[in-house]
C-alpha cells in the first residue's frame, strides 16, 4: 500500500469528495427546494464522510482513525436512505438514484476495506511513534 502523508492522499476521502459535489449539485439545481430539511441532512450527510476521514486521519492514532471511519461509512448508509426519500419525492430519477447509490456504496467498501488494513496493520500511526518501540 502507498504511504499516506495526508487525508487527500485517501481514495475513499477522494471519492467522498466526488459524491459530495455531485449532491451538492442537483441540491443547487433547486430540485430539492421543496424540502429544505432533506436538505440539510443530504448535505450533513455527505459532507460527514469526508469530514469524518479527515478528522480521522489528523487524529494520528489507527485506535481512533477506525473510529471515525466507521461514523464516515454510517454517514454512507445515512445518505443512501436519504437517496430513498430523494426518489419517492421525485426529486431525483432513477438513473441518478443508481449512480449515487452505488457511488454511495463504493466508497463504504473502500471505507471498510481500509478499517480492516488498519485492523491488522503492526503500525499504530504517527502518534504513536516512538513509544515503546512502536512503529
Known amino acids: 500500500m502507498a504511504k499516506i502523508e495526508r487525508f487527500e492522499d485517501i481514495i475513499s476521502w477522494k471519492e467522498a469528495r466526488v459524491l459530495n459535489k455531485k449532491m451538492g449539485d442537483l441540491i443547487d439545481s433547486g430540485r430539492f427546494k421543496q424540502s429544505y430539511r432533506l436538505i440539510n441532512q443530504i448535505e450533513g450527510s455527505a459532507g460527514s464522510v469526508m469530514d469524518n476521514i479527515a478528522e480521522g486521519f489528523e487524529r494520528g492514532g489507527n485506535k481512533e482513525f477506525i ?69
Not at 485492523?119 to 499504530?124: G, P, Q, R, V
Open 67 to 135: 473510529q471515525f471511519l466507521n461514523i464516515a461509512k454510517g454517514s454512507c448508509g445515512e445518505l443512501r436512505s436519504q437517496l430513498f426519500r430523494a426518489i419517492d419525492r421525485n426529486y431525483i430519477n432513477q438513473k441518478e438514484f443508481d449512480d449515487l447509490s452505488t457511488h454511495a456504496m463504493k466508497i463504504s467498501s473502500l471505507i471498510q476495506k481500509f478499517i480492516s488494513y488498519l485492523e491488522n496493520s503492526d503500525n499504530k500511526g504517527p502518534k504513536y511513534k516512538g513509544r515503546d518501540g512502536a512503529k
